[in-house]
């Protein structure tokens, strides 16, 4: 339901950009968001938007991270500047969706792995 890409290696202070399609029974889209889990440490909230394109951002990634949609598409991106090597982790798209009226699902994507080298 949710295919990721763009994920890589790339060195401090580079840019990468994530994109997040979903496809499959949707009736609406509510939220579309990324999270991230660094070895060690739990998943945690990195960016979301609403299907209003009302944004909010982790404080870590606040200023660098700018996350957008496309909802003709059904798409989010994550265009990520000045990375830092505390940013490496596996970066997972996450999707709230009204399937039909009065069914939500949550679906996750399979991970995109972010590795920044200092």
């Known amino acids: 339901q949710l295919q990721a890409s763009g994920g890589g290696l790339v060195q401090a202070g580079g840019s990468l950009r994530l994109s997040c399609a979903a496809s499959g029974s949707i009736f609406s889209i509510k939220r579309m968001g990324w999270y991230r889990q660094a070895p060690g440490k739990q998943r945690e909230l990195v960016a979301a938007?609403?299907?209003?394109?009302?944004?909010n951002y982790a404080d870590p990634v606040k200023g660098r991270f700018t996350i957008s949609s496309d909802n003709a598409k059904n798409t989010v991106y994550l265009q990520m500047n000045n990375l830092k090597p505390e940013d490496t982790a596996v970066y997972y798209c996450?999707?709230?969706?009204?399937?039909?009226?009065?069914?939500?699902?949550?679906?996750w994507g399979q991970g995109t792995q972010v590795t920044v080298s200092s």
């Open positions: 996450n999707a709230i969706v009204d399937v039909k009226p009065g069914l939500r699902m949550n679906y």
């Open positions: 938007i609403t299907s209003g394109s009302y944004p």
